[in-house]
């Protein structure tokens, strides 16, 4: 069975005025698709069908194989970003709000060293908040790489900052994008639920 390019979990419209119906068309329509549609010709080229996508990932970095990786981790990284923003406005809550007060104070401040991390990695990339060790992290990782091949890195939240995310509403402006999607658009209830460390399987799919 072919991986699949997974809905979008809103309408197109959903997001503006932060992010674009049209951005999302192209990101959504186009970009994610084409990872979807390069890593089943790499599946099917190399004989690697039933397994689930991140196992594809992870044998895909095992064995140094940069194409199969770059898509397949790709496909993940933007299953896992749609899920992380919400058309609602909403607010941490629970053992997730505590997690918050112990290791940044407030949810602002949070936020404030997610867009500083994401801002300052060099082109491409996504900016991640992790369970690390019980406690979250906020960190960032370079072009296609993904929490999913990197041991006890436990996916919480993440960020596109690849320019394709941001460039038909807020053209260079890096800083704009992410200081607009941070304060309107993070699915916390998403955060919260990841927070069981089953992160990678909620953008996971059978092969
Ligand atoms: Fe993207």
């Given at each position: 069975?072919?991986?699949?390019?997974?809905?979008?979990?809103?309408?197109?419209?959903?997001?503006?005025?932060?992010?674009?119906?049209?951005?999302?068309?192209?990101?959504?329509?186009?970009?994610?698709?084409?990872?979807?549609?390069?890593?089943?010709?790499?599946?099917?080229?190399?004989?690697?069908?039933?397994?689930?996508?991140?196992?594809?990932?992870?044998?895909?970095?095992?064995?140094?194989?940069?194409?199969?990786?770059?898509?397949?981790?790709?496909?993940?990284?933007?299953?896992?970003?749609?899920?992380?923003?919400?058309?609602?406005?909403?607010?941490?809550?629970?053992?997730?709000?505590?997690l918050?007060?112990?290791?940044?104070?407030?949810?602002?401040?949070?936020?404030?060293?997610?867009?500083?991390?994401?801002?300052?990695?060099?082109?491409?990339?996504?900016?991640?908040?992790?369970?690390?060790?019980?406690?979250?992290?906020?960190?960032?990782?370079?072009?296609?790489?993904s929490?999913?091949?990197?041991?006890?890195?436990?996916?919480?939240?993440?960020?596109?900052?690849?320019?394709?995310?941001?460039y038909?509403?807020?053209?260079?402006?890096r800083?704009?994008?992410?200081?607009?999607?941070?304060?309107n658009?993070?699915?916390?209830?998403?955060?919260?639920?990841?927070?069981?460390?089953?992160?990678?399987?909620?953008?996971?799919?059978e092969?």
């Amino acid at each position: 069975m072919a991986f699949e390019l997974p809905p979008l979990p809103y309408a197109k419209d959903a997001l503006a005025p932060h992010i674009s119906a049209e951005t999302l068309e192209f990101h959504h329509g186009k970009h994610h698709k084409a990872y979807v549609d390069k890593t089943n010709g790499f599946v099917t080229e190399k004989g690697l069908e039933g397994r689930k996508l991140s196992e594809i990932i992870t044998h895909a970095k095992e064995t140094g194989d940069k194409g199969l990786f770059n898509n397949s981790a790709q496909v993940w990284n933007h299953s896992f970003y749609w899920q992380s923003l919400s058309p609602e406005k909403q607010t941490p809550s629970g053992k997730l709000a505590d997690l918050i007060k112990d290791g940044f104070g407030t949810p602002e401040e949070l936020v404030k060293k997610l867009v500083a991390e994401s801002t300052a990695h060099f082109s491409n990339g996504w900016g991640w908040l992790v369970l690390d060790g019980g406690k979250l992290k906020v960190t960032s990782l370079h072009d296609a790489d993904s929490p999913v091949a990197h041991e006890g890195m436990l996916p919480l939240l993440t960020v596109d900052v690849w320019e394709h995310a941001y460039y038909i509403d807020y053209r260079n402006s890096r800083p704009g994008y992410l200081d607009a999607v941070t304060a309107n658009l993070i699915n916390w209830e998403f955060v919260a639920q990841n927070l069981d460390g089953e992160g990678v399987s909620r953008a996971d799919q059978e092969g």
